[in-house]
């Protein structure tokens, strides 16, 4: 069964980057066609989904996110990251990671995402 796990660094400073890790285990992040997402939820707030990583390595983006956010991934530790530059106190919120499972064909289709990690609350001094 397929598992995710959040992996955050503890309070962030304004004006830094906000890294978090992904891990992954009970499936590669190669060896199947799935993509796997970062989203967040800042306090009363709704779900903000803010990219993915597809299994050939291409990246995609939330166009409000696209010029701070990077994702990337290190198939030797099968886990991807998340990193988020000039954090200010809006970033405030609960990240998850997610799986797409991938559904036939070529391109393969997604249709949700399927599997969720716990969550982690990233903080923001102001």
């Known amino acids: 069964q397929v598992q995710l796990q959040e992996s955050g660094p503890g309070p962030v400073t304004p004006s830094q980057t906000l890294s978090l890790t992904c891990i992954v285990s009970g499936g590669s992040i190669t060896s199947s066609r799935d993509a796997w997402s970062w989203i967040r939820q800042p306090p009363g707030k709704g779900l903000e989904w803010m990219g993915v990583?597809?299994?050939?390595?291409?990246?995609y983006y939330s166009p409000s996110l696209k010029s701070r956010t990077s994702i990337s991934r290190d198939t030797s530790k099968n886990q991807f990251s998340l990193q988020l530059s000039s954090v200010t106190p809006e970033d405030a919120a609960v990240y998850y990671c997610?799986?797409?499972?991938?559904?036939?064909?070529?391109?393969?289709?997604?249709?949700?995402?399927?599997?969720w990690g716990k969550g982690t609350l990233v903080t923001v001094s102001s």
């Open positions: 997610a799986r797409h499972v991938a559904y036939g064909g070529s391109p393969p289709h997604y249709y949700g995402m399927e599997v």
């Open positions: 990583i597809v299994y050939d390595g291409s990246t």
